[in-house]
């Protein structure tokens, strides 16, 4: 469970980039995080690990504060990171070293996922390629049964067939028990498994359930008239291309926004 209220969080010597965010989301789903680079997504995500503090709000994550970094926190919750680096040791030995750490870890899981991923356990993982590593990661991942699994641009590295064995893997691995949050900005690789879509602006976040045809309403509600019009169009455009029709989206709601906020501050 994810319950942030009120948070603010900067940089040294930086503007804020998150001022009064709230951002709430149940066990039971996975919900895609989407937004353009440099809005805030891994910085997100590192906040609800417990990687970065806040300069204010609060911060409930599964009932603890995460940057206490209390065993028992860190115990149920996984962050495959989009970058990442491991010891000169073997896949066997990775997982006799570490999966101790996690009560909930199913060996039986870990097997099963690394013959889907066609990975031997014998392998030492600096020998394999970017994405056999990220594919053990993903594998390691899923069998800690963590509440939260975090995966932070999991698609990245991947081959066409590996991205479409992902989500195979994925959504017959993850249980109503557990929260999945997946950050990207490549929407093609995901949009037929999440449940939730939340889309971070330059200093707002949007819920909505994902549902098709995706009609604006869905993501904007307060929109009317040509501009729904206009906004459905391009999100049609999103769910059919990659990067650039998702920033053409954004772009666009940055731009409503900032025109929202102009208005309310004129009122």
Request: charged content about 20%.
């Amino acid at each position: 469970m994810i319950h942030i209220q009120n948070l603010t969080f900067r940089y040294k010597k930086q503007e804020a980039l998150f001022t009064d965010l709230s951002f709430e989301q149940q066990n039971g789903s996975i919900v895609g995080l989407l937004g353009k680079n440099g809005a805030g997504k891994s910085t997100l995500l590192q906040l609800i690990s417990g990687l970065l503090q806040p300069q204010s709000g609060k911060l409930d994550i599964n009932g603890f504060k995460p940057f206490d970094r209390l065993p028992d926190f860190l115990a149920d919750i996984y962050m495959v990171s989009e970058e990442f680096s491991f010891p000169s040791i073997t896949i066997g030995v990775y997982i006799k070293a570490t999966a101790p750490l996690y009560p909930k870890f199913d060996s039986g899981k870990m097997n099963n996922i690394l013959q889907e991923f066609e990975l031997d356990a014998k392998k030492n993982l600096n020998k394999l390629s970017h994405g056999q590593r990220k594919k053990f990661l993903i594998a390691f991942a899923l069998s800690t049964n963590c509440s939260l699994l975090i995966l932070d641009e999991p698609t990245n590295g991947l081959d066409i067939p590996s991205k479409s064995l992902f989500r195979k893997v994925l959504v017959s691995s993850v249980t109503d028990e557990q929260l999945v949050l997946i950050s990207t900005h490549q929407v093609k690789d995901i949009e037929t498994i999440i449940d939730k879509l939340s889309i971070i602006l330059s200093d707002m976040l949007i819920n909505h359930l994902v549902a098709k045809p995706y009609s604006p309403e869905y993501i904007c509600p307060f929109l009317k008239g040509n501009s729904s019009v206009l906004l459905s169009f391009l999100i049609k455009k999103l769910v059919n291309t990659l990067t650039n029709g998702f920033i053409i989206v954004l772009y666009f709601l940055e731009n409503l926004n900032s025109k929202n906020k102009a208005t309310d501050k004129a009122k």
